[in-house]
C-alpha cells in the first residue's frame, strides 16, 4: 500500500527529525526544495495520490500540527510502528464499523497525524445486521 492521502502540510519544529520519522514509517519520497531565504520545502510523494508537503515553522508562534488520516493496511501494525519510531498513540486502534478502522498518534516532533483503514469484511457484515434491526 502507497498510504496516500490528499495534499496536507505539516509545519514541524524540528524538519529533520521529522522528514527522518515519517520516511521511516511510511516509506514517502522525501524531495527538498529550496525556499531561499524562507528555508527548504519539503514534497512528499507517497506514491498514490496528490502527495503533500511539510516545512519548519516559518515563525516560532505557527502551530506544529497536521490532522489528514493517511491510509494503511492495518491501522493495529502502523500504530505500534509507530510508538516504535518514538510516537505516541493518543487514540489506539478504533473500529468505527462502516467507515472503517482509525487511530491516531502524535510523532517524535508533537505534531499528530490519523491513520485509517477500510472496514474489514466481518465488521461491514455486522455493520449491515444491525442497521437491518
Known sequence: M??????IELTTGDLAKAKKFYKKLFDWKLTDMSMGSSGVYTMIAPGKGPGGGMQAQPMP????????YVEVDDVKKSLAKAEKGGAKVILPMMDIGKN???GIFVDPGGATLGVWSKAKPAAKKAAKKAKKK
Request: charged fraction near 5%.
Open 61 to 68: 508562534e505557527a502551530p506544529i500540527t497536521w490532522l489528514p
Open 2 to 7: 502507497a498510504n496516500p492521502f490528499a495534499h
Open 100 to 102: 472503517g478502522i482509525i
